[in-house]
């Protein structure tokens, strides 16, 4: 290491983890391989009533991947998968896996001109689509503007539905489907994933030599935060390590996780061509454990906890918004005691606040720890402990087993800053700067770098004296004195108001603890005089709607917070804007307040 390179969080660390792993290094497809033997007639996926074991799932697998290969599928091409939550998601990505090509996922949310985007910049020749996706989308489009594509490989939500389930919810319109699927468009060749899996047998999965820490396994598309989206290049090697260490640090900390390998669940609202999801998804299929898959929030969302109780899922990855709705709705308290089999969540995304997290644990008995990544990092960077008397309510935690953060200056990142001395960092006093800055981090799980964007890469993947590849999140933090990492904000959004530097995330924080907000977004507004004014768009919880005024919370925002960062302007708003995991999307307020 280097002097400077200081493991600030050593004394708080919980000492059940081990700061190194021995990782498996073999081709992340043969995780599913290795379950499958292991777990053969534990169900690995629920959906909407349909089961399916680990030996079921294997056999589609190879009959899927052999079938891919068949119409010219092969090692290192990019296989676009355009699915929500369905078990032909899961069937198709590890089929891809399989056979060394890359697994594509596009948000089911975008529309023509993104997935043109997405599949032209991969060169991507294969789509594998739900049918009502493609007619709502695609359908009468020119697919030439897509000349990498050679096959549509079309599927329908009723496919894995329970026969009775599917035929009344096609003859209700309840499951939207497509009735004439195409043959041909063009030079696309059309094909059914039934056809797929039906030529692949005999099972003849073709050999792919699979360099794990070279070869890219998985094509994730960054949000577009920054401009136009692009595909962040994970390997084979990157999702073994995260995956690694995530269990480990649950499972060291949580003793009861080991019991539950090969028959606990995990629930998966959040989707699964979401960083965050995929990971979820590897997890649950390296533990034994049943994928239980929800395409969408449920509209009654206690439902949430019914199917936990139900299918007595075990772990659920979500987002502060569902953990906010989830305690919101009345019918949720009658899941009191009943949810014996949930033992964690894990929060991302964006900040959970200290009531939600305490109002959702006192529902479930289960524990939610807040987490920090982002898809550049397969995705997970830094957690906060299972343990209790470890866990630091506003802060990310600490870095994963082989993981290395530090601070450094955000104008250049060459300046190593110091650890701030204080443990609260919300109030770091008035040389707060010298502390804050820029959010870096090493180790295996960091991205291989930005398809096809060789400038972006060099600016995101930086190599110090050690030879160690650091990557620049663009977000601002600082590490407390225990060791903690703190999230300020993105580098982008942070607002200059009077020469201060001012963090919507922290402002949005201390919002929160109102007791009628619900939802909190803050932006700078661009003022000729002062630089940037600070707003703030808010949704009330609705027992205070129509109660609390623009006047109150202002008065209120004037008494508890710092004068210059206290928001000038407030806007109480019915909702927020989102985006599909439930992140609220600050560009979005800028735009309406244009």
Not at 234 to 242: A, P, Q
Not at 302 to 312: A, F, G
Not at 339 to 368: D, H, M, Q, R, Y
Request: hydrophobic fraction near 40%.
């Amino acid at each position: 290491m280097q002097k400077k390179d200081i493991r600030y969080w050593d004394k708080n660390w919980p000492e059940v983890v081990p700061k190194h792993i021995d990782y498996d290094e073999i081709p992340l497809g043969e995780l599913l391989k290795r379950s499958a033997n292991k777990y053969s007639d534990s169900q690995v996926i629920f959906f909407e009533g349909f089961r399916m074991t680990y030996k079921e799932l294997d056999t589609l697998v190879d009959q899927f991947a052999t079938g891919l290969s068949l119409i010219g599928v092969q090692k290192g091409d990019v296989v676009a998968i355009d699915l929500p939550n369905v078990p032909q998601y899961v069937i198709a990505h590890w089929a891809i896996l399989r056979i060394g090509a890359v697994s594509n996922p596009i948000l089911p949310v975008n529309r023509y001109v993104e997935i043109v985007h997405q599949v032209n910049d991969s060169k991507a020749n294969t789509l594998i689509i739900l049918d009502f996706l493609f007619k709502e989308y695609l359908l009468g489009q020119d697919l030439t503007k897509m000349p990498t594509l050679k096959n549509v490989i079309l599927t329908s939500t009723a496919e894995y539905l329970p026969k009775l389930k599917a035929k009344l919810g096609v003859a209700l319109g309840i499951v939207p489907r497509m009735k004439n699927w195409p043959k041909k468009i063009g030079d696309v060749e059309f094909h059914e994933f039934q056809g797929i899996l039906n030529i692949g047998i005999p099972i003849n999965v073709p050999e792919a030599k699979i360099n794990i820490k070279e070869d890219p396994a998985i094509l994730i598309y960054t949000g577009g935060t920054t401009g136009v989206p692009k595909g962040v290049m994970t390997s084979h090697y990157n999702m073994i390590t995260n995956t690694q260490q995530i269990i480990t640090w649950a499972s060291t900390q949580l003793p009861e996780m080991e019991e539950v390998k090969g028959k606990g669940g995990m629930l998966l609202v959040v989707p699964l061509a979401h960083a965050f999801g995929n990971i979820g998804m590897t997890v649950s299929i390296v533990e034994g454990w049943k994928l239980i898959l929800l395409p969408r929030p449920p509209e009654k969302i206690s439902k949430v906890l019914d199917i936990i109780m139900k299918e007595k899922a075990t772990y659920m990855p979500a987002v502060p918004t569902l953990f906010i709705k989830i305690n919101q709705d009345p019918n949720s308290a009658k899941y009191k005691d009943k949810l014996t089999s949930l033992i964690a969540c894990v929060s991302g995304a964006s900040a959970l606040p200290l009531e939600v997290k305490n109002e959702f644990e006192e529902i479930t008995s289960a524990v939610i720890v807040e987490g920090y990544g982002m898809s550049e990092c397969s995705p997970i960077l830094t957690i906060n402990p299972f343990i209790s008397s470890l866990q630091k309510i506003g802060t990310v935690g600490f870095p994963l087993s082989d993981t290395l953060i530090k601070i450094v200056d955000a104008e250049e990142g060459k300046v190593l800053k110091p650890q701030c001395p204080n443990d609260d960092c919300k109030n770091c006093g008035e040389d707060e700067q010298q502390y804050i800055g820029e959010i870096c981090g090493t180790g295996p799980q960091v991205m291989l770098g930005y398809l096809g964007r060789k400038e972006d890469t060099q600016y995101a993947l930086r190599k110090d004296s050690q030879e160690r590849i650091w990557y620049y999140t663009a977000d601002i933090g600082c590490i407390d004195n225990q060791g903690y990492l703190h999230i300020k904000d993105r580098k982008r959004d942070m607002i200059k108001r009077k020469g201060h530097a001012v963090f919507p995330a922290e402002v949005e924080d201390l919002i929160y603890m109102h007791e009628a907000v619900n939802e909190v977004g803050v932006i700078g507004i661009p003022d000729p005089e002062i630089g940037e004014e600070i707003k703030a768009f808010i949704s009330l919880k609705p027992e205070f709607q129509g109660r609390v005024t623009q006047e109150q919370l202002m008065k209120w925002c004037q008494t508890n917070i710092s004068p210059y960062k206290y928001p000038r302007m407030i806007e109480i708003v019915p909702e927020l804007p989102k985006n599909v995991i439930g992140k609220i999307l600050r560009r979005e307020l800028r735009k309406s307040d244009e």
